[in-house]
């Protein structure tokens, strides 16, 4: 059973590095800054029995993630973490800007080379978090919540794509495109067809198609149908082919094609930009597929969208069912900062920091 069912179940409080598997080099210092590693050995060797007080924060409103994994660095890595005090929120939290998320009391020589490591998970989780909670408010904007699929599995290093999983489904994505990405919190990776598969089959989206139902029959049969840019005649042909078989058509125009059913219809342009996946385009799609009675074939987007974008097609009630976003999930635009602010129990910091005490920390046992 996975850490993340336990701690649903209430049998755990935090995941620890079960799930994590952090690189046993963190012990020797390997991913820290050499500066905080001299620190540790001059305070070491000069106070060693001063008790330092570090509170981490950031400058925007959030969604944090990483607190989990932050504490399992803490307690497998510090020396004698049974000597640190640690209070922190959850992941999930909604977090304000210079709000307290974290904080350890201890002997600074103990924990202070984490110090660095522990800022950039906590930047990248709540970063990611943070971008995909967005995205799928924005994806409710129209009073119907739409699915969102992580799909960032091209735009970082694969390494990442445990912890960005991770950091999704805490911002409210329940729909990953790698089994990596599930690796945390317990499900398969989804998804359906590439462009490769078409162009395999000569660019026939039906044989393709056909040839994906063969082999996966238990799957959600879905038809990425922009490949020969002719998005409302290749969704139509699958739909006739498959009829209720076929739950849905994703469509992925490039940002710099104009798919061919504007220049069968050139009468409709003029007021808007054609390029991509466009709102028209999905109206028009939406329009043939229920003429001809295939009202339950479901809509999929994906290609360049991010939340500005998703919230204008849920503005204008564009028709679509779920949204595939990546690369606009992966910005680490969140930075978190850590400080030492108090030592034996009395204000030392540098100027402009003083020790905010958030009444919504809990002890870590």
């Known amino acids: 059973m996975k850490e993340i069912e336990l701690k649903l179940q209430g049998k755990i409080k935090r995941l620890t590095n079960k799930t994590f598997k952090f690189d046993e080099r963190i012990r020797e210092g390997w991913f820290s ?6 620190t540790c050995e001059i305070v070491e060797s000069f106070k060693p029995e001063n008790i330092v007080t570090m509170q981490f924060f950031q400058k925007s409103d959030a969604v944090l993630c990483g607190s989990d994994e932050a504490i399992a660095l803490i307690k497998t890595f510090a020396k004698n ?7 922190s929120l959850k992941d999930g939290d909604k977090i304000s800007p210079f709000e307290t998320v974290l904080t350890i ?20 989780r709540t970063s990611v978090a943070t971008n995909v909670y967005n995205v799928v408010k924005a994806a409710s904007k129209s009073g119907v919540q739409k699915p969102v699929i992580f799909m960032g599995d091209r735009d970082d290093h694969f390494a990442q794509q445990a912890g ?8 409210g994505s329940t729909a990953q495109a790698t089994h990596a990405m599930n690796e945390w919190w317990g499900k398969k990776g989804m998804g359906t067809m590439p462009h490769a598969l078409i162009q395999i089959f000569n660019g026939d989206i039906v044989e393709a198609t056909k040839a994906y139902h063969a082999k996966y029959p238990e799957d959600d049969l879905i038809s990425l149908v922009d490949y020969n840019n002719d998005v409302i005649t290749d969704a139509l042909k699958v739909a006739r082919e498959f009829g209720e078989t076929l739950k849905g058509v994703r469509v992925d125009t490039s940002r710099t094609m104009v798919d061919q059913y504007f220049f069968r219809n050139p009468d409709v342009l003029g007021s808007f930009d054609p390029r991509g996946v ?7 799609l939406r329009k043939a597929l229920d003429e001809e009675g295939f009202h339950h074939v479901k809509i999929v987007v994906s290609g360049g969208f991010k939340k500005e974008r998703i919230e204008q097609f849920e503005e ?4 679509v069912d779920i949204y595939g976003v990546g690369s606009n999930l992966l910005k ?4 978190f900062t850590g400080d030492n602010v108090m030592m034996n129990e009395q204000h030392q910091a540098k100027a402009g920091r003083i020790y905010r005490h958030n009444p919504r920390l809990e002890l870590v046992e």
């Open 33 to 38: 800054a050499v500066y905080f590693l001299k």
């Open 81 to 87: 973490p049974e000597s640190l005090e640690i209070y």
């Open 105 to 124: 009391k201890g002997p600074y020589q103990n924990f202070g080379f984490l110090e660095g490591m522990i800022d950039g998970i906590l930047a990248r």
């Open 164 to 171: 960005d999983g991770y950091a999704s489904y805490i911002g």
């Open 278 to 284: 466009n709102p028209e385009l999905i109206f028009a």
């Open 316 to 319: 204008q009630k564009v028709p």
């Open 332 to 335: 680490i635009n969140i930075g």
